[in-house]
């Protein structure tokens, strides 16, 4: 993994606390079974993330991927 590349694991812990914040008692009812699926996918997101990280640092992946944030995609090299 290059240095200025932000791990996987790291990305996804940041998303996991920025959805900890969402207090559910504002959130209607209705709504609960998906926020419940969504904390299980960032969950699994940090182990891949993890796991993804590992196999990069040892040479196992060697492919970049960069986001274009005005066309909202990512782009393998």
């Known amino acids: 993994m290059t240095d200025d590349t932000e ?3 790291d990305m ?3 998303y ?3 959805f900890e914040q969402i ?3 504002d959130v209607p009812i ?3 079974a998906t926020l419940d699926c969504l904390y ?3 969950r699994q997101q940090i ?3 993890r796991e ?3 196999m990069r640092e040892r040479g196992k992946i060697e492919c970049d991927v960069f986001v274009d944030d005005v066309n909202r995609n990512g782009v393998e090299q």
């Open 7 to 9: 791990s996987l694991e």
């Open 23 to 25: 207090n559910r008692r």
């Open 30 to 32: 209705r709504f609960e």
């Open 40 to 42: 299980g996918a960032l």
């Open 12 to 14: 996804a812990q940041r």
């Open 16 to 18: 996991l606390r920025r």
């Open 47 to 49: 182990r891949l993330g």
């Open 52 to 54: 993804i990280d590992r």
